[in-house]
């Protein structure tokens, strides 16, 4: 067993990433585990068999052995796509999967049932063009996907959104910061609040998604961005996709590698405006977030500057830990959870997405106008929450538990 783990991990770390396109190695062995199953009623498993007995001959299929899978998988497509909208997802694809019990007693075609309604409920959406480019690397799946009305691209990373930009030949539509950098929310107010002090400045940005806060770049400024992976910035410098980079008026740069080291080569104080957004999807890279990790942000800071957090989270309240990080350092901090959204597409918010942002500094005055603004609210700390270190970081204790677990 202990063999077979270490087998299975390399395939998923290495080999997978370069075979296939896609996220496919836990359906796939979903699939072989469905069809080497025993039967619900118990017995060998047919494999078995052909083990013992070298004149044992694999279990024919019946007709509908050969039918049920292409039904199935038409009814879980037609069920996972056209059913009411506001029905949940996980609802239909359970609804989907159900469809497969009646093959239970026959192994082969209940795997093969499992992998039609894998089939129908991840590849059709793309059979219909919305997906416009997938790329697979070492940090998972990437895809630029396309909607209709209104016209937007955005990137998808696994599950999480990292960007997104309206598709409009007008250049003031079009370089517009979306989502959680909109003008009108908490990343478009601290751009507003210290726009002299940044006037001319570098800024360092963690976290390159789509190039979003390029937007918000201006002549005489130096932008630069840290980025792990390098397929995301081949697709934001895609011209065909996302033209954030290409258009910001400011001098461009993309650093690639993992943030922290690659920010400790960086000039000391060097930074009016730090910003770290690399902590929006479920696997959070704690090392950017530790004791140590601020005091390597405060030395590239320069005197007045300012940090902030991107740390909108469906899993994890992060507010705790920078409260601790904050106090620890002797800095003051400023916190925002906006979940202001659009109501008609006049309201000047659309493609607005709700987010979650923490600003820290090290006096009060350098955090300007905000500190009046009744929008932010002052970061505490949360000694229920330990403070993280490279040694030590507990996520259980900033885990989002479910209203119903709580």
């Known amino acids: 067993m202990s063999l077979g783990g270490v087998i299975g991990g390399l395939f998923n770390a290495l080999v997978a990433p370069l075979v296939f396109t896609r996220l496919i190695e836990y359906p796939l062995a979903m699939v072989c585990a469905c069809a080497l199953s025993p039967p619900l009623r118990g017995g060998r498993v047919w494999w078995a068999k052909l083990l013992d007995d070298d004149r044992a001959e694999l279990p024919r299929f019946r007709r509908w052995e050969l039918l049920v899978p292409l039904v199935v998988g038409l009814v879980a497509g037609a069920i ?3 059913w009411p909208p506001d029905i949940d997802r996980r609802l239909r694809i359970v609804t989907a999967l159900a469809l497969c019990v009646a093959c239970v007693e026959r192994p082969i075609c209940f795997g093969l049932c499992i992998g039609a ?24 799946l990437l895809k630029v996907t396309q909607s209709a009305y209104p016209p937007f691209n955005f990137l998808i990373h696994g599950q999480t959104l990292h960007g997104a930009q309206l598709r409009d030949g007008d250049p003031k539509v079009r370089d517009q910061a979306l989502v959680y950098f909109h003008r009108t929310g908490p990343m478009g107010q601290v751009f507003d609040a210290l726009d002299e002090r940044l006037t001319g400045r570098k800024l360092a940005i963690v976290g390159l998604g789509v190039g ?8 005489g400024q130096e932008l630069t961005f840290f980025e792990i ?3 995301v910035e081949r697709v934001a410098r895609d011209d065909r996709y996302f033209t954030f980079l290409r258009d910001c008026t400011a001098k461009v740069r993309v650093v690639l590698g993992d943030a922290r080291l690659e920010l400790a080569h960086e000039p000391d104080a060097e ?11 479920d696997a959070v890279p704690a090392h950017l977030l530790t004791r140590e990790a601020l005091a390597l942000y405060r030395r590239k800071l ?16 992060l507010a705790p830990v920078l409260g601790n990080l904050a106090e620890s350092a002797g800095m003051v901090g400023l916190d925002q959870d906006d979940v202001s959204m659009p109501t008609r597409p006049q309201s ?59």
């Open 80 to 82: 996972y796509f056209y």
């Open 117 to 140: 309604v894998i089939c129908a409920t991840t590849t059709f959406y793309d059979l219909t063009g919305h997906v416009q480019y997938r790329e697979r690397s070492f940090y998972g």
């Open 212 to 219: 979003s806060l390029a937007a918000y770049g201006q002549t």
């Open 229 to 231: 992976d390098p397929v």
């Open 271 to 281: 930074f009016a405006l730090i910003v770290v957004d690399a902590f929006s999807g």
């Open 302 to 317: 320069a005197p007045g500057g300012v940090i902030a957090f991107h740390i909108s989270n469906s899993y994890l309240r």
């Open 348 to 406: 000047g918010m659309l493609g607005k997405m709700a987010s979650h942002w923490i600003v820290i500094a090290q006096d009060r005055k350098d955090l300007g106008p905000l500190t009046h603004d009744p929008r932010w609210q002052p970061l505490a700390p949360d000694h229920g929450v330990s403070l993280w270190t490279d040694d030590f970081s507990n996520l259980l204790e900033v885990f989002e538990w479910p209203e119903s677990q709580r």
